[in-house]
């Protein structure tokens, strides 16, 4: 079975410092997809960032990059030079290549302390 | 680009009451289609997708249903609404055979 789990309910991170959002999986596939999603109070979910799993190198997206450990199944979120507009509920997903679901984790409610 | 539009935005209803919610697909052809409910303070839940036009697939059992009457189309639906239906839901669009979705902006639901 498919799990994600992320063991942060709430984080809090300064204006313009760097905050890192944790989230671990299981998969007995070998191919398959990591997602952030972030949902703001408008609660549409909006794409941070993917990654694939046959990619050794962590995606990166502007000030959000990831550490992917294929072999520790975690997938951390970095979000640098943080902004007021980063505020908003976090979510890990996974998607087994082949599989029309994605697996969401509880989510992370982050913070940004002007 | 694509977009995806989902009305209303916000709906009461009474228990036992009928339920249809919509979500239109642009830009895109052939879309895999999906339809999640989120309770609150929690992730997503996936009820139906579609891969094609009258294709639903039910990945829960429950008082809801879906249509894909058109390519870029699909409905939530309900005949009786319970109170355990109220939460947000969200429809979602994938190309076919990529792995990224795509949300719309949601749909609050509270039955009442």
């Known amino acids: 079975a498919q799990t994600v789990t992320q063991s942060q309910p709430e984080m809090s991170v300064q204006e313009a410092e760097t905050v890192t959002l944790s989230c671990t999986y299981d998969?007995?596939?070998?191919?398959?997809?990591l997602f952030w999603y972030k949902q703001p109070p408008s609660r549409q979910m909006i794409l941070v960032i993917r990654?694939?799993?046959?990619?050794?190198q962590n995606a990166t997206e502007n000030r959000f990059s990831v550490n992917f450990q294929k072999a520790a199944k975690s997938f951390s979120l970095k979000i640098s030079d943080s902004q007021l507009g980063d505020a908003a509920m976090y979510f890990c997903?996974?998607?087994?290549?082949?599989?029309?679901?994605?697996?969401f984790g509880t989510g992370t409610r982050l913070t940004v302390i002007p | 680009s694509q977009t995806i539009h989902q009305w209303p935005a916000t709906l009461v209803q009474p228990v036992g009451s009928p339920l249809s919610l919509e979500c239109t697909v642009e830009?895109?052809?052939?879309?895999?289609l999906y339809w999640y409910r989120q309770a609150a303070g929690r992730g997503l839940q996936l009820l139906f997708y579609?891969?094609?036009?009258?294709?639903i697939s039910s990945e829960v059992p429950q008082n809801l249903s879906a249509s894909r009457p058109q390519d870029r189309q699909f409905i939530l639906s309900s005949k009786k609404l319970l109170l355990s239906d109220s939460g947000f839901y969200l429809c979602?669009?994938?190309?076919?055979?990529?792995?990224?979705?795509?949300f719309g902006p949601g749909t609050r639901l509270l039955v009442l």
């Open positions: 979602a669009w994938s190309g076919q055979g990529v792995e990224t979705q795509y």
């Open positions: 998969t007995s596939e070998s191919d398959y997809y």
């Open positions: 990654q694939e799993a046959y990619k050794q």
């Open positions: 997903a996974l998607h087994q290549t082949g599989a029309n679901n994605l697996f």
């Open positions: 830009g895109t052809s052939n879309p895999n």
């Open positions: 579609s891969v094609g036009i009258g294709q």
